[in-house]
């Protein structure tokens, strides 16, 4: 797998939500609530997307953007898998597979993250990610199978403007 794209980013690229990208999934999570408040499981050991990736979590971090519209990507990383969860506010998430043995290469999906719409979006190494909020004060807690090297970054960076990508709300 190379640290460059391997997919040409001026080239557009359409989401295609009905074909999922191997190995990404989005996992709804739970909130349980009594009169103390609500307690949310972000990530559990016994649960099938650990088993099916047979890792561990080795860094949890913290991403805040005070203003709606900050837009973070494109990046992916060689050998590390993600999972992003949104803790407050909303945000849309982007991924774009670039690994060319997949057989999901080339394909964009797009994904919402709130805090209304509890869910874990893991996304495996090889794929591009970005994501924009869409509230102020989102705050992203995200989790990866491999610490963070600065000394030797195992990620390749894009412009959020790769693929063509519209990231400006459509109206429906």
Same mark, same amino acid.
């Given at each position: 797998?190379?640290?460059?794209?391997?997919?040409?980013?001026?080239?557009?690229? *359409?989401?295609?939500?009905?074909?999922? =990208?191997? $190995?990404?999934?989005?996992?709804?999570?739970?909130? !349980? /609530?009594d009169?103390?408040?609500?307690?949310t499981?972000i990530?559990?050991?016994?649960?099938e997307?650990?088993?099916?990736?047979?890792?561990?979590?080795?860094?949890?971090?913290?991403? *805040?953007?005070?203003?709606?519209?900050? =837009?973070? $990507?494109?990046?992916k990383h060689?050998?590390?898998? !993600? /999972?992003?969860?949104?803790?407050?506010?909303?945000?849309k998430?982007?991924?774009?597979?670039?690994?060319?043995?997949s057989?999901?290469y080339?394909v964009?999906?797009?994904?919402?993250?709130?805090?209304?719409?509890?869910?874990?979006l893991?996304?495996?190494?090889?794929?591009?990610?970005?994501?924009? /909020?869409?509230?102020?004060?989102?705050?992203?807690?995200?989790?990866?199978?491999?610490?963070?090297?600065?000394?030797?970054?195992?990620?390749?960076?894009?412009?959020?403007?790769?693929?063509?990508?519209?990231?400006?709300?459509?109206?429906?």
């Amino acid at each position: 797998m190379s640290l460059a794209s391997n997919l040409d980013i001026s080239r557009k690229i *359409e989401p295609n939500n009905k074909r999922k =990208i191997n $190995g990404a999934c989005l996992v709804k999570r739970n909130t !349980y /609530s009594d009169d103390r408040g609500h307690l949310t499981e972000i990530y559990r050991i016994d649960e099938e997307y650990h088993k099916r990736f047979n890792d561990s979590i080795s860094q949890v971090y913290l991403v *805040e953007n005070e203003e709606r519209g900050i =837009i973070r $990507g494109f990046h992916k990383h060689l050998s590390t898998r !993600y /999972s992003f969860f949104a803790a407050h506010g909303s945000a849309k998430f982007v991924l774009v597979d670039d690994r060319p043995e997949s057989d999901s290469y080339g394909v964009m999906n797009e994904f919402i993250l709130s805090r209304l719409n509890k869910a874990l979006l893991i996304v495996p190494s090889g794929v591009f990610n970005g994501w924009m /909020s869409l509230t102020r004060d989102t705050l992203i807690v995200g989790m990866t199978s491999i610490p963070y090297n600065r000394d030797n970054p195992d990620d390749a960076r894009i412009p959020p403007t790769s693929f063509e990508y519209n990231w400006e709300v459509v109206g429906r």
